[in-house]
């Protein structure tokens, strides 16, 4: 069994490089752009996964359906980020509402 180097473009059909990302005949990206896994981008899916957690999932999602391994790990620790900040996020606001609603009901008894 023969593995091949080259792979055609639908595009334009020609013959390409397997491991290009996009045809140097009419310049289609050929495959999708992998994710940076700098630092300075951990950091921002780290603090978007902390400080607005419903969107960490997309990043989550974005790093983990990836191949390699760096990237996954960067996943699974944005799931967990945003997981951990919902459920935060959810029992502050309980607290803030229940707060609330004590104090409309202290001074709704003091009125009567």
């Known amino acids: 069994m023969e593995v091949s180097s080259e792979t055609t473009c639908p595009s334009c059909h020609s013959t390409v490089s397997a ?16 994710p940076a896994v700098s630092l300075s981008r951990q950091i921002i899916v780290y603090s978007v996964s902390l400080f607005l957690p ?20 960067i996943g699974l620790i944005a799931t967990i980020l945003t997981i951990i900040s919902t459920i935060i996020t959810i029992r502050l ?6 707060a609330v609603n004590q104090s409309l009901k202290s001074i709704n008894n003091l009125n009567f």
């Open 19 to 34: 491991i290009s990302y996009f045809c140097p005949n009419c310049g289609k990206p050929l495959r999708d752009k992998l």
């Open 93 to 98: 606001t309980k607290g803030f509402i229940d």
């Open 54 to 73: 419903p969107f960490g999932f997309w990043y989550a999602w974005k790093y983990l359906k990836q191949s390699d391994y760096t990237s996954k790990i």
